[in-house]
């Protein structure tokens, strides 16, 4: 073979190769396709960003990689309460207590508070109802889950106990009952998986409401229910302005409702990949 003759085959296998690459290189998809309506990718767009990687639990109700694990069984540094007595205008360190890789209600000190502060997330918490059982209607077993402090996700021992609808558990309190009533009897553990929106507001006016989507032991009783404002009693509730994040906490209410398995993930940007 010429020298000539070789330099145009090592030249071919050059281009060939180069080709190649490029061709490997091309991401699948396309772009000569019509663009969505209301977004700004077209259909099967090759250059729309995929999403992330996250990481599920081992097992089902486990937290996946990106969550912040709230309590896992063996302390509460995450969580905070409100001093009472000598300690009152202060914040202090949790005085529920942990046993079993749970915690309790510790009743009459209030409620537990998160040190961190969240606006739209998603929550899961398994929590179970003492089985000494006592009381009746709302005194039995009563606690609930406040998003941004105010937003009640009632807790309450509904099994073969009468109350008010928008008052059992799994119902937005006061305001919206659960769909349907999947609870387990005292003693058993209870898991809520909650979707909360954060309501918005543009100075003091109140520009979107919150919603919450709950799944109540994997039966959903909420889709994306529109709440009506700030957790009250006996009274229709309305909004109060507040930040765009604020703590979760958990309630007091005289009842040694036990807690575990506690975990949220930040949703930002939920109605599309992150880029
Ligand atoms: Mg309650």
Redesign the pocket.
Known sequence: MSYRKAFYVVCGLVVSLAALLVAQQKRPGYTDTAVLPGQEWHVHDSNRPHPRMVAPGKALGDAPSDATVLFDGKDLSRWMQQGKGADKGKVVDAKWTIANGYFEVAPGTGALITREKFGDVQLHIEWSEPTDIKGQDQDRG???VLLMDRY?I???DSWVNQTYADGQAGSL?GQWPPLVNPIRPPGQWQAYDIVFESPRFEGEKLVRSATATVFFNGVMVHLRKEILGTMVHRAVAKYSPHGDEEPLSL?D?GHKVRYRNVWIRRLQGYDQPER
């Open positions: 009563n606690s609930g009640e009632q807790v309450l309190y309630q209410h």
